[in-house]
Structures are given as C-alpha cells and as structure tokens.
C-alpha cells in the first residue's frame, strides 16, 4: 500500500467512522414483535421437533396409561369395597371404640405367621366387623398372597389368615372381583373357602374382550436403505436409519405399528462452477521512472520501480462432483399379521409412511478451497423436497430369546408415491430396499 | 445512559425498558455500520433488526471482556457479512477488471464529497469488496482477521480490497470527469 493509499483510507476512515445515523422508528416496533415471540415455535424445526416427539410420546403415554388404568380399576374396585363398608357403618365401628389402628394391627399380626409379610393394601369395614388385609409374602420366591379377615365380635377381635391359591395376582384387577362381590355379598362369610372358587369366578366375570391378550411391543430398529434407481446424472445414495416403533398387537395375530425413524441419506451429482482462484501468482518490479545521474562524465540510468503483485484473475470452469445430504423423520403406520413357528415369529406388514425434512446440507462445489471466487454456479443435483410419501411392505423374522425379548430382521421395499425432488424434471418415483435389524422389547404381556 | 454492569444485567433481564433504552441510545451508531455493509436501505434496516435481536436473545455470550458496545458493534458486522453469506455462495455478479489502470485520487476529491456520496461509491461495490473494504479500511481489521470473518484466505481478503480501492478511485475519477465537462 503507498503512502496516497494510507492517507485516502485514513481520510474515509474519518468520515465513515464517527457516522451516525437514526433509523427508521419500524425497526425498533419489529425487533420488540420479534422478541415478543416465543423462538421455538416460530422456526419451521421447532414444530416438525413437536410433531416427532408427540408420535413419540402418545404411544409412549397410552402405554403408561394401560398401567395407570390397571390401578385405576383395582381401586375402583376397592372405593365400591368401601363404599360398602361404609354402608354397614365405619362409625358404629368408631363408636364402639374401636379405633383404625386396631384394625390395622391385624395386618402386623400377619408376621406373627412366621413369613416376613408385605402389606399391600388395607381395607376397613365392619363385620360385624371386617377387615381385609392383602399381604404377600417378600421372604420367598413364590408369591404368596393372603386375606386377612377380622372379625370383631364384641370386645374380642378374631384374625384369620386365609392363603390365597398359588398364582393369584393382586396387581391383576380381574382377579379382585370375587373377592369384591364377596366382601359386598355378606359380611359374615365364612371366606376360608374362598380360594377354591376363584378361577370359575374370574372366568365368568371377565368379558370376552377382557380375555383378550392385548399387549405392547417396542422396536428399536437399525437400517440400511438401497436405492433402486438413479437418474441420468443423479445418484441417491444409500441411506442409513434408527428408529423406534410401538406396536399394538390387537390379538395373538393382528398387530399395528407407528413410530418414528431418524434417516440419514444424500444425492451425488455434478455441479458446473465458473470461478477465479485469485491465487498470488508473484511479484515483479515495474519501472515507472527513468534518472540519469552524470558522475565523472559518465551517466547513469537510475530505474525507479515499484512492486507489482500478480493476482491469477483468470475465469475457470469447472465440472465439480457435489454431494447433498439430508435428515429426515419417517413415520410409517404399519398393519401386520404374525403367526408362531416354534421359537420363531414370521410375519408380515405394510402401510404408509410420511417423511419430514428435518435438516439440509447442500454441498457448495470447492468450498474446501480456499480464496476462490465463485462468479457462476450452475448446480445440477436437484434439491429434495421437504416431505415425501411412501408405501412399506415387508416382512420379518423374529427370533424369541427371552419372553420378553427377541431379536428380528425385517426386509422392506419401500416405494415413493411422490418424486424425491422438488425440481419438476426430476419427476420420478424412486424405490428403496431396506434391511431392518433390530430387537423387540414386549411390555405388558 | 450508563452502560454499566448493573445496565448490562437489566439487559441480560430481559428488561423491556432497558432493551428500548440501550437500542435508543446506540442505534444511530449501528445503523451507521449496518449502511456501510449493506447494498440499500431496506437490506439496512433488516440487518440492524436482525443484530439487534441477535444482542437481545445472545446477550448472556457477554462474558464482560472488552466493552460492550464493541461487542455489539461485533455482533452487528457478523450479521452483516451473514446476510450476503447466502448471495455470496450463488455467486458474485462481478464486471472484473483484467487490466489494471491506475487512477489518480486526490485526497481533496475525496474530502469534499460527502458522506452520502461516498456511501453511494461504496453501495456500488459489489457485497464481497464492499465488506472487505468496509472492515479493512474503514473497521481496522487485518486480513487475516477478516480472512477468518469470512472463511476466505488472507491472499483473497489483500486482492478483495484491491479492487476494491480501484473500483472506488475509478468511480473517483468518473465524478471529476463529470464536474470538469460540466
């Protein structure tokens, strides 16, 4: 830089500076409208993360709440049990003196079986009076429950232990309801004959839908997706996916299946790209003026010169291989039928599937060069669109390694109703070949 | 206004009032900056928008080195050069000069234009000479340091701001053509 050209920049500098200027009274009404807003919900992303996380949690949340409801019945059932009690008169309990602790200290009795008792559950009524304590045995392996009825013939208190029959499960509301319907039927029964009658009874109480094995399976899925086509000079990649699928088996057979899959994948094309390098290509010293000095009768030429760089400002066009890579959310709603063979589970599905776009890398040709100045780009990989349509159909082949657990492989094609790219010359319907391996985790079963 | 710490922690409150505040009493300056950087009015406006919501929501990356107007200051050109990042990767539209000429550009010519006028000479540049120019010459940057804003090498920052200063002394030179025919 010469000396004119530091003191040009210092004279801008100057007058650019210290330079103010009030702007416009819009700017400050759309920064606070801005700043009002809640960030999150005003990008695109933020709400495709909701959708993802609702398919997510909704499945997750009707499963919490088949467990929730299952408590819910169980006291359900135990409010009508009191209700009933209260009926024949907790406070005749009360006013003959009798006080709530005594009717629980039948339930720390229980210990005085000699079996270390867990109390579950205690209910009060009056039997002429009863009380009822579910206890279970925590000193063993098998589980043992037992009924504890109190019965209080005037100041004297009477406890009985009634084991219930192997396999009785508190947890499980539908075996409550002999003992509700008992304990509302008579409050004097002798219950000692109770455990006998309780498989009949179930049967006859449960409706045909309650019989009905209904549970949840959660997938966790890894998988490689071939594609199957390409297009002149457009290649789509193969694509790799993780996801997590709930399925409701509606029977023993029929099964349906949602959830959510994360995929990775990308285009190869070729993009033409017109740019300068302004590579430094060197200096030389230029003369820009000529003294002649005379000394001794001899002149000399005194050469003035001044450095001149050289810069490479020279267009070039180039053929550059451009890679474009996207992130999208699959949600597929699958219908499947599954049959037993052994230790193994075959079966089948199909159905729908969404894709959203949640992230975009679009390659930008020689951005690993640096210094280069792009004049022209011509991209000739088109941009896929931000959602796309699919049909599923595939199988599986599942393999039981514990009751609750099982591995399982699943090839799928998948077909794309609509074209990948937004581009209207690339309207074509691509396909894909998945491989899905992954591991089955049964819950409420 | 002071812009003191127990200001910067209004700020950093959320505090509607001190946000109205402090964008009242640095705004002129800004908008100063975001007119040198940007290539209209209206692309003006949206970038000093823009920054100033960036400082709002971001204030807490204010770990108190430096002063803070500064760091606005910062945070306002770096949305600048953001805001033709996307015009920048489809491309400069640029008449480029392959021969160079030298243009003499005297220091008075440039005194007696006025700042809008030199405004004007600067809009005209194409958005990377413009930036390079503006940070260079006019911000003190080095070049390695806006190589690093830019993502460009030091060598395309030094040939940026060359053409830049030519295609300003060539305007120059247009201007005092102009006058002395008229």
Request: charged share 25%.
């Amino acid at each position: 830089m010469n000396n004119n050209d530091k003191h040009i920049n210092d004279i801008l500098r100057r007058k650019f500076q210290g330079f103010e200027v009030t702007p416009p009274p819009e700017v400050w009404e759309n920064i606070e409208k801005e700043l009002d807003k809640p960030s999150f919900f005003s990008s695109k992303s933020g709400y495709i993360t909701i959708i993802a996380l609702l398919i997510l949690i909704v499945p997750l949340s009707y499963f919490g709440t088949d467990n929730t409801s299952k408590h819910k019945t169980f006291n359900a059932q135990m409010a009508q049990l009191n209700v009933a009690r209260n009926a024949i008169g907790v406070s005749a309990v009360d006013e003959k003196g009798v006080s709530t602790e005594e009717y629980v200290k039948p339930a720390n009795g229980a210990k005085n079986i000699g079996q270390a008792l867990e109390i579950t559950e205690t209910y009060k009524s009056r039997g002429n009076a009863i009380a009822v304590v579910i206890a279970k045995s925590v000193d063993s392996e098998e589980s043992r429950s037992q009924i504890e009825v109190v019965e209080n013939k005037g100041d004297a208190t009477i406890n009985k232990f009634i084991d219930l029959k192997q396999g009785f499960d508190i947890s499980k509301p539908s075996q409550m309801l002999p003992l509700r319907s008992l304990s509302l039927s008579n409050t004097s029964i002798d219950l000692s004959d109770l455990p006998l009658a309780f498989d009949d009874e179930i049967l006859k109480t449960l409706s045909e839908s309650q019989k009905k094995k209904t549970f949840w399976e959660y997938s966790i899925l890894l998988s490689p997706e071939f594609s199957l086509n390409d297009m002149d000079s457009v290649r789509a990649l193969n694509s790799i996916s993780a996801g997590l699928e709930p399925t409701k088996y509606l029977n023993k057979h029929w099964f349906v299946r949602s959830g959510i899959n994360i995929s990775f994948t990308g285009d190869k094309g070729f993009a033409k790209v017109d740019y300068i390098s302004n590579d430094l290509m060197g200096t030389y010293d230029d003369v820009y003026d000529v003294t002649f000095d005379t000394a001794g009768g001899v002149v000399t030429p005194v050469y003035h010169t001044k450095t001149v760089e050289v810069w490479d400002s020279v267009r070039h066009i180039k053929v550059s291989e451009v890679t474009n890579r996207y992130l999208y959310a699959q949600v597929p709603v699958l219908l499947g039928y599954k049959s037993a063979v052994g230790n193994f589970n075959i079966y089948l599905f199909a159905g729908p599937a969404v894709g959203f776009q949640l992230a975009k890398w679009i390659d930008t040709p020689l951005s690993n060069s640096e210094g280069l100045e792009i004049i022209n780009l011509d991209n000739r990989l088109p941009v896929r669109s931000n959602v796309n349509f699919q049909l599923w159909i595939g199988g599986g082949l599942e393999y039981n390694i514990s009751k609750r657990y099982s591995l399982v492989m699943e090839p799928a094609f998948k077909h794309y109703f609509k074209s990948l790219y937004s581009d209207s010359e690339y309207k074509i319907n691509t396909s894909g070949f998945a491989l899905r391996f992954g591991v089955n985790i049964k819950i409420g079963k | 206004m002071k812009i003191d710490k127990a200001f910067i922690n209004k700020l950093q409150k959320r505090d509607k009032k001190t946000q109205q505040s402090f964008y009242d009493t640095v705004s002129a300056k800004m908008y100063g900056v975001c007119l040198r950087f940007a290539n209209s009015g209206d692309d003006a406006n949206d970038i000093l928008q823009e920054g100033f919501i960036r400082v709002f929501r971001h204030i807490d990356a204010y770990r108190g080195d430096g002063s803070f107007e500064g760091w606005v200051r910062r945070t306002i050109v770096n949305t600048a050069i953001n805001y033709y990042e996307k015009e920048k990767k489809r491309g400069y539209k640029v008449d480029l000069e392959y021969v160079k000429k030298d243009y003499v550009t005297s220091e008075s010519a440039i005194e007696k234009l006025s700042f809008n006028e030199l405004l004007a000479i600067i809009r005209e540049l194409p958005n990377g000479y413009r930036t390079v120019f503006n940070l260079n010459v006019i911000d003190g940057y080095t070049h390695k340091e806006i190589g690093a804003m830019l993502g460009i090498s030091e060598n395309t920052s030094k040939s940026q701001l060359s053409r830049a200063r030519l295609a300003i002394q060539k305007r120059l030179s247009e201007i005092k053509e102009k006058e002395n025919l008229e």
